[in-house]
């Protein structure tokens, strides 16, 4: 897998320990289209995730509409047709991951 260029948010979660799980869910990770990642993948990593840390799992819709509302890339609705860089998900899934644990 390439190298993923994300940075952690500033909290009280142990970044690296974010970031090994974010390689680890998204290692060997393809894209579903030639454009990118769909809202659909994003939603099945996060429950990847989830699924290790006890949480409810989310549904596909959450991620549309996310991606509709410029909250996976932040400002950018529709971004590029529903389509995400590896580095997008990726730090996406910090954002998500920090949020959430946080919140907890």
Do not use: C
Not at 44 to 62: D, S
Not at 70 to 83: D, L, Q, T, Y
Not at 87 to 95: F, G, I, K, S
């Amino acid at each position: 897998m390439s190298e993923i260029n994300i940075t952690i948010p500033s909290v009280s979660v142990d970044g690296e320990a974010v970031l090994q799980v974010i390689q680890h869910v998204l290692a060997g990770a393809q894209p579903l289209h030639p454009e990118g990642f769909t809202p659909y993948q994003i939603h099945t990593y996060i429950n990847r995730v989830g699924e290790q840390l006890g949480w409810k799992p989310i549904i596909p819709q959450m991620m549309y509409n996310y991606s509709t509302n410029g909250m996976i890339v932040k400002g950018s609705k529709k971004h590029n047709g529903h389509r995400y860089s590896l580095d997008e998900v990726a730090a996406y899934l910090a954002r998500y991951i920090v949020r959430r644990i946080n919140n907890s």
